[in-house]
């Protein structure tokens, strides 16, 4: 069924999903961004980056989404294409997952 959230779907234990699949207000992990070049420069150019976190502010036509402390709306079709997962960290939307220095 088309637009199911996951919930609905009994997904929930999914280690990674397409954005369309987040909850309301879920923080998540951008694994992968389309394959398509222009678009994923063009979600580039608006703060979206592999690995970046974002929050999920509506599911709907358009997709909202907090990114570097900015709402951004895609299209829904566009959000099908961002592969995301979890992310159980509490950093800011937006910012780069932290380099853990060895020692």
């Known amino acids: 069924m088309r ?5 609905w779907l009994g997904v929930t234990g999914l280690r990674e ?3 369309t699949y987040a909850l309301r207000g879920e923080s998540v992990r951008v694994l992968r961004l389309p ?3 222009s678009a994923a420069g063009k979600l580039r150019d608006l703060g ?3 690995d970046s ?3 999920v502010e509506t599911i ?3 997709v909202v989404l907090d990114v570097l402390g900015s709402r951004i709306a895609i299209s829904r079709r566009l959000a099908e294409q961002i592969l995301v997962r979890p992310d159980g960290g509490g950093g800011e939307p937006g910012e780069p997952k932290g380099v853990e220095e060895a020692g």
């Open 17 to 19: 999903y397409p954005l």
């Open 3 to 7: 637009g199911c959230g996951r919930r």
């Open 60 to 62: 709907a036509d358009p």
């Open 53 to 55: 976190m974002v929050r």
């Open 48 to 50: 979206l980056y592999e």
């Open 35 to 37: 394959a398509d070049p």
